[in-house]
């Protein structure tokens, strides 16, 4: 199925195909259409770019970007969105963006790069709050309170943002991209921690996925029109298997962002007939830590029978989170009504290191009786030792019990091996959410 259109109403410029991949050329044409019709000519435009968690072949839209604005602009800068995630080296930088050595003095002469720098207060600058009221609407009445929006405050310093960065299926907001780069791509703690708390009010099981305005887009779109600066979108869809090209949108975040997610619907759900009674997650290197590739574990949930169980394959991760490590090992993992239903126990600590709690988790029931019931059981094949997984809440296996070539090939006795786990969904046919 291929979506094509060039939208002269609303300056939607976009073309895709589930069936097939974008050729340099038309990826070229595209983003000039995008670009010449941008009113920017002497003016400052700050590059909003997404860290190496995500898949894309950004050293190419980098490249043409470049060169349809370097001679056009008075400034063109890169901010790297973080949300809470570690600097990059500028080894990686490098490599994210497909520099070669000496290009930062010629080709991309005057260009800066900045990481987001989420820990420093001084980083952000209000634009605003979102009231109760709000919140409360939007939510349906999971949650009931105001949030203060801040931003980097780079946002404000420049007359355009231009978003670049690919959608998939999400846990906390359903599909990635558009403004989510904002919020909580280069945002402050209040809104990253109020947007993932509700989705996992919601929990990921039933929001991962969805198309639409779900209500945890409906608060970053509502946290992004209080940002005064004008803003385009340059919206990926990223083949699995290749890293190529399915689909590209250009346009403002909300249009843009909704057709490359009904594209991204297409090439990033599988659906699957029966559940599996163990699901093999091998983790990619590109995710460093749990915190990042947890994604192994969601990405999978909805395919895996009650009682059964996820192994996340990362024999090179050793750590739980370099930035949120002493909050996870002070609260552990659970589901989400461990903490609803003992709230005055744990509302002090970071939301938004709640919810990725109960995402890894999965769903489940708690009670003071019964305690703590999961649906089925998650265990990590890491570099993490069995003292710190039980201490954490959660199962343990020593990779080097685990020869992934004797796991594969072996659905028909419910057993399912997932390679590059993390960026396709896997749900079962009867629960398509978005029919």
């Not at 900045?114 to 709050?129: I, K, L, M, Y």
């Not at 109760?132 to 999971?142: F, K, Y």
């Not at 309170?145 to 310093?157: H, Q, T, Y």
């Not at 890491?382 to 659905?411: F, L, M």
Request: proline share 5%.
């Amino acid at each position: 199925m291929e979506t094509k259109f060039i939208d002269r109403s609303t300056s939607i410029y976009g073309t895709g195909s589930s069936a097939r991949f974008l050729d340099d050329s038309e990826v070229t044409a595209l983003i000039h259409a995008g670009m010449a019709s941008l009113d920017i000519d002497g003016r400052r435009v700050l590059l909003i770019v997404p860290d190496g968690t995500r898949t894309a072949p950004l050293p190419l839209l980098f490249r043409c970007i470049h060169t349809e604005l370097a001679s056009r602009v008075a400034a063109l800068d890169v901010l790297i969105a973080l949300g809470t995630h570690q600097p990059m080296t500028a080894a990686q930088i490098d490599r994210h963006l497909g520099v070669l050595p000496g290009e930062w003095q010629t080709v991309f002469r005057g260009v800066r790069v900045f990481n987001h720098q989420w820990d420093d207060p001084a980083t952000f600058v209000s634009v605003g709050e979102i009231t109760t009221a709000e919140i409360e609407s939007l939510s349906g009445g999971l949650l009931s309170a105001s949030v203060e929006v801040r931003i980097n405050r780079k946002a404000l310093e420049y007359d355009l943002l231009l978003i670049c960065g690919p959608v998939f299926p999400h846990e906390v907001v359903g599909f990635s991209g558009g403004n989510k780069y904002l919020f909580p791509g280069i945002s402050g703690r209040e809104v990253i921690d109020v947007s993932h708390w509700l989705g996992a009010l919601l929990t990921s099981y039933a929001i991962i996925g969805k198309l639409g305005v779900t209500p945890v887009r409906h608060l970053i779109d509502r946290a992004a029109a209080l940002i005064p600066t004008p803003k385009q979108y340059v919206a990926a869809v990223v083949a699995p298997d290749h890293g190529r090209l399915c689909g590209l949108f250009i346009g403002a975040p909300e249009e843009a962002w909704k057709a490359a997610a009904h594209l991204s619907a297409q090439v990033h759900i599988r659906y699957i007939e029966q559940p599996f009674q163990q699901v093999l997650s091998i983790v990619p290197g590109m995710y460093q830590d749990m915190w990042t590739a947890a994604k192994g574990m969601y990405k999978v949930e909805p395919i895996v029978a009650d009682g059964g169980e996820v192994i996340i394959y990362a024999p090179h991760i050793t750590e739980f989170s370099v930035t949120h490590g002493a909050t996870l090992a002070a609260i552990g993992y659970h589901v989400r009504d461990y903490f609803v239903k003992q709230w005055d126990r744990f509302c002090h600590y970071p939301w938004g290191v709640l919810a990725h709690s109960t995402h890894l988790a999965g769903v489940g029931t708690y009670d003071p009786v019964d305690g703590e019931q999961r649906r089925i059981r998650v265990t990590l094949a890491t570099g993490i030792s069995p003292e710190r997984c039980i201490a954490h809440h959660i199962g343990y296996r020593d990779p080097a019990t685990i020869d992934v070539a004797a796991w594969a090939g072996r659905e028909s006795e419910g057993v399912l091996v997932v390679p590059k786990a993390g960026e396709i969904l896997y749900r079962l046919r009867h629960t398509n959410v978005n029919e």
